[in-house]
């Protein structure tokens, strides 16, 4: 198989034909080194040799409704994580200054539930203003599903990007959560290009899904023209309904990524959730397809270090992107 006529067809904007997205997942561990370099050509052809570090903030933990099974904040899991109501102002400007330090490019605000109230909105709508005056930093939410008007209530307040993850394909979507539909996650993401913010979309790989459905969730990704994607890869916790599904390993998530890349050649793809556990010893390969990762851990388990990752991205021979000045 000659990947680099992959990496030909994507740098032309072409997409490849199903049976070629096929062979990149089904690429021999032999094949690996061609596939990872075929897929930096194309990353580095956007790119360069840059990577984007960002950091999240989980603003309140756990008392979540939703029955997503990979969870551990939601309703069917009976893991003991920390649960605790919505973070003070204070409190998410103090973690938006960190994230500076640890030469973040972008601060994430998280949120449990199933959409953020009105309330929560104003919350978070003061906490972004604060931190946009004195901490300097671009500011990214995750708060569920949301309507266009509380979207543009965050982009008033200077919220430039939003996340809502499509998880999945829409075929694998009811054997994850049952609480709400693909169609559901698809109108927030609608949501959030009608109100002119930035679109943070993807994906959980580890969940049971078939080749068929990481390859359908990447073409929907290019459908909708999502500017960053963030793959993440199943951390089974236990005590969730999915603790027992292991089911990946390193080469497997980099075949992923370099899917990822092909299929979404221009846009930021995030290594995120899972990458320190599933990726392991391979980890820096990641960073050959994908341009971007999260540092300091996640919504309730742990990641690498950012001064690790500063290493990690500086042995590479690689470079950390620096923000823009706000």
């Given amino acids: 198989m000659d990947f680099g006529k992959f990496a030909d067809k994507s740098l032309q904007g072409e997409l490849l034909e199903r049976d070629e997205m096929k062979a990149v997942l089904n690429a021999s561990d032999e094949q690996i080194p061609e596939l990872v370099s075929a897929a930096f050509r194309v990353r580095h052809h956007y790119f360069g040799k840059r990577v984007q570090i960002h950091m999240l903030q989980n603003a309140k933990s756990g008392l979540c409704p939703e029955d997503c099974h990979y969870c551990s904040q939601s309703s069917v899991s009976e893991a003991p994580i920390e649960r605790y109501p919505f973070l003070s102002k204070e409190q998410l400007v103090e ?3 960190r994230a500076k330090e640890a030469g973040a490019v972008r601060y994430c605000i998280v949120n449990s539930g199933r959409g953020p109230t009105h309330k929560e909105i104003e919350q978070i709508a003061e906490a972004v203003k604060e931190i946009r005056a004195k901490v300097g930093i671009n500011i990214c939410c995750s708060l569920g599903l949301m309507s266009e008007d509380k ?8 919220v430039g990007r939003i996340n809502h993850n499509l998880n999945t394909s829409r075929e694998h979507h009811p054997e994850i959560v049952t609480t709400h539909t693909y169609d559901d996650r698809v109108a927030t993401v609608e949501n959030v290009k009608s109100a002119g913010v930035g679109t943070c979309s993807g994906g959980i790989i580890g969940m049971g ?3 068929d459905d990481i390859i359908n969730l990447a073409i929907t990704l290019r459908a909708m023209d999502i500017e960053s994607i963030p793959v993440n890869f199943l951390h089974s916790i236990p005590k969730t309904p999915f603790e027992a599904k292991r089911q990946l390993t390193p080469q497997k998530c980099l075949k992923t990524l370099c899917l990822f890349r092909f299929v979404n050649p ?18 820096p390969l990641s960073l050959y397809p994908a341009n971007s990762i999260f540092v300091n851990g996640y919504l309730t388990t742990p990641g690498q270090e950012a001064s690790d990752a500063h290493r990690m991205i500086e042995d590479l021979g690689f470079e950390l992107d620096q923000p823009a000045a706000i």
């Fill in 266 to 283: 221009s846009k930021e793809i995030r290594v995120a959730g899972g990458r320190e556990v599933n990726l392991r010893s391979l980890q």
């Fill in 95 to 97: 973690s938006a200054k």
């Fill in 209 to 211: 899904e078939s080749d």
């Fill in 151 to 158: 979207i543009r209530s965050l982009k008033e307040a200077g």
